[in-house]
């Protein structure tokens, strides 16, 4: 296991293009020319179908689609559509939030217009329907999200609905199960969450995705990123549940076969939002025999060049 200390997630990203490189003895005739490795001989027999970057929050990964696809390494970053826009998983997710934000104008209408949109019948909330929502609410503190979600299918008789909807479903529950009875929390989540299509990670291509998308999966080299208190554990929704976090977070570094890679930075950019981050406190319980510093060049950040004048 090794570790690398960056200073930004641009620089993180920068890292992981060399290492990759490295492991597969060259992506181009700059990796030589620019020593990043010495031959095309030096790699492992690796190819990039047996490499994966995994991360906390899937917004983690538009700095690795940027570095991957100008350094030419070809990718599968997990869902292309969110999974809050596949069917019947967008209805459900409507109608849960209006539950949780009961009397908000918006995701009323939002929820309504979803059900139509696919000819489903919307359920009429309101004060005459204020029973069964406590009921719901009820039961979600007692049974959790995923029981919750069948209660909305049976109630929107959604039955006999495709092989594909039924994956669909299957993953929202998976991600359900890391916020018991937290529904806001689940909401906010979810709204990140990108999904997957195992089938989509066939072929030669460095997968990117989430942990939770990485479930049932390995690989001979992982990557884990963002090794941050604030991403790992994840304390962005409000209230984090360290044991989940920490189950998480072992469910990520399982993945790896053969080789695994950690590494966290100084300083972070969250939609819109400069943070300055510290190591993730689970750091500290990986025994330290195992913790080695990760070889590594030397990285400046790009400058900005000025078009020079012709006069």
Request: proline share 4%.
């Amino acid at each position: 296991m090794r570790f690398a200390s960056c200073r930004t997630e641009k620089e993180e990203a920068e890292m992981i293009v060399e290492q990759i490189e490295k492991l597969i003895g060259g992506t181009s005739y700059f990796s030589l020319d620019s020593g990043r490795v010495s031959s095309h001989e030096n790699g492992e027999n690796l190819g990039f179908g047996d490499i994966a970057v995994l991360y906390r929050l899937n917004v983690q990964g538009d700095a690795f689609d940027e570095a991957f696809s100008r350094a030419g390494i070809p990718l599968i970053r997990s869902g292309e559509r969110p999974l809050i826009s596949q069917y019947p998983v967008n209805i459900l997710w409507r109608f849960l939030q209006t539950l949780c934000f009961s009397g908000h104008e918006y995701y009323l209408t939002a929820y309504r217009l979803s059900a139509e949109a696919h000819k489903v019948s919307s359920l009429s909330m309101g004060e005459e329907q204020g029973e069964r929502e406590k009921a719901l609410i009820r039961n979600l503190n007692e049974r959790g999200i995923s029981d919750l979600i069948d209660q909305a299918l049976e109630l929107h008789q959604l039955k006999d609905l495709p092989d594909e909807s039924l994956r669909y479903l299957d993953r929202l529950k998976s991600i359900s199960n890391d916020f018991r009875g937290d529904l806001p929390s689940f909401l906010d989540a979810l709204s990140l969450d990108r999904g997957i299509d195992h089938s989509t990670l066939l072929g030669d291509r460095v997968a990117l995705m989430s942990f939770h998308a990485a479930k049932g999966l390995e690989w001979p080299v992982v990557f884990i990123t963002g090794c941050e208190d604030g991403l790992i554990p994840c304390a962005l929704f409000g209230n984090r549940n360290d044991e989940e976090e920490k189950r998480l977070f072992y469910v990520g570094m399982t993945r790896a076969r053969n080789s695994l890679i950690l590494s966290y930075v100084n300083h972070r950019m969250i939609n819109g939002r400069a943070l300055h981050m510290q190591p993730s406190p689970f750091i500290s319980l990986i025994p330290k025999e195992l913790c080695v510093p990760l070889a590594r060049g030397s990285w400046k950040p790009k400058k900005n060049h000025k078009q020079l004048a012709l006069f």
